[in-house]
């Protein structure tokens, strides 16, 4: 076998003993190759791998004795060595009870923090019953979870909403967090059980102005170094679209913080630069208002300039950007529309394949108008180049 391939699991290894072989083998077992490629064991899987339709429909034991059908079960992992997978009976399932700490599992799956809520299962030659089963149990759980959640909704009068709910698995109960960023997200309308009415029909967005104040690196070796520059930059929104009223005049007022890690993360590298490199940087969230539509106040404008303070509008800098990418679209498309007129004249239209991108933007930018303008320009060079006289040299003529 190759050595990079994986050694033969024990399915593998035990059909085998019984005589059997890629070509020759079980209807519940196969083997993965590619198509274009010979059946052989040595391949990644490590050999004959299980029919799922057929594992799924098995019966397995956990360490404790619980019984579980195999579409319960975890087969895609490699941890310390082993292949926990179906093939080598060595599956997965998640603890129904989650206990951190069972003497009765794996060694391994002790140990690790991360798998500490799994247990091996193994197939079971018994036959399966579903009382007392996983299955069972996690039915009962289901329907407790259930049956709490709507008590928990009972106890606060239907003010809960399914999107802000959770249910802990620590304390097993069910715990509320709102949060009216998620629901500006969702862009919530209609009733909103939280708030007990219906949502403002009214849209609008959460505006914030951010100061920053920033040392002047490029100034650095004049008599001007050690500058510091303050800039406010005002009217950016928190959301990237039209959001109820109601929904913003709450997250003005508790999604502050919020907010705060959105400027913090838009300015990262300038406050990491800040902190270990000397570069001073500092922001200050101001402002946090909920409106229809940006106001600018001017008079406060004109006395932060006046102050020595650079005011920028987000929206006439966001307005600025697409004026900016639509002017360079449009020097991109003249300019794919001048290469493909030389391409036209030099070549003609039939030259462009039929299903290409240039025969696409030909029929689309040019029109069949200008493509029938290029065409009869293209047979009046091509007439000029054929009636062009031909120039004789003196050694052409000794020679005639």
């Given amino acids: 076998m190759k050595e990079d391939y994986k050694e033969y699991n024990l ?90 700490e069972c003497k009765l599992k794996h060694e391994y799956l002790q140990e690790n923090k991360v798998l500490r809520y799994e247990c091996e299962v193994h197939m079971a030659e018994e036959e399966y019953c579903y ?30 909403c399914r999107e802000h709910m959770r249910f802990n698995r620590d304390t097993l109960e069910w ?28 849209r609008g967005n959460v505006f914030y102005d951010v100061k920053i104040s920033y040392l002047r690196n490029d100034l650095n070796g004049t008599l001007f170094e050690g500058q510091i520059d303050t800039q406010i930059i005002n009217g950016k929104k928190l ?7 109601d929904i913003c005049k709450i997250c003005a007022r508790l999604c502050q913080d919020r907010i705060k890690d959105k400027v913090r993360n838009h300015y990262f590298t300038q406050l990491f630069f800040s902190e270990y490199h000397g570069r001073y940087f500092s922001f200050e969230l101001q402002n946090v208002r909920a409106e229809q539509r940006e106001s600018r106040d001017l008079m406060q404008d004109l006395e932060d300039i006046r102050n020595g303070i650079q005011i920028i509008h987000a929206s006439d800098m966001e307005k600025r950007n697409k004026e900016n990418k639509k002017a360079r679209c449009q020097k991109l498309r003249e300019s794919a529309v001048r290469r493909l007129e030389k391409k036209l004249l030099e070549n003609g239209y039939e030259s462009l394949k039929e299903f290409s991108a240039d025969r696409r933007h030909a029929d689309k930018w040019l029109g069949q108008e200008l493509i029938a303008e290029l065409k009869q320009m293209r047979q009046v060079k091509e007439k000029e180049k054929r009636e062009q006289p031909v120039q004789l040299s003196l050694f052409d003529m000794e020679v005639s």
């Fill in 11 to 100: 399915l593998t290894k035990r059909l085998l003993e019984e005589g059997y072989s890629a070509e020759h083998h079980p209807d519940h077992v196969r083997v993965d190759v590619p198509m274009w490629q010979e059946k052989t064991l040595d391949n990644y899987d490590g050999g004959f791998t299980y029919e799922r339709w057929w594992i799924f429909e098995q019966t397995f034991k956990t360490p404790c004795g619980l019984q579980c059908k195999g579409l319960q079960c975890h087969s895609n992992m490699s941890y310390m060595g082993i292949e926990w997978t179906f093939e080598n009976d060595m599956a997965t399932i998640r603890c129904l009870y989650e206990k951190k």
């Fill in 131 to 160: 009382e007392g089963s996983v299955e069972h149990i996690l039915k009962l759980h289901d329907d407790e979870i259930r049956r709490q959640e709507i008590s928990f909704g009972l106890q606060r009068k239907g003010r809960v």
């Fill in 175 to 202: 715990e509320m967090n709102y949060d009216p960023y998620y629901c500006g997200l969702s862009r919530c309308a209609g009733r909103c059980p939280v708030l007990g009415h219906e949502l403002d029909k009214k």
């Fill in 239 to 245: 959301f990237n679209h039209p959001v109820s009223m």
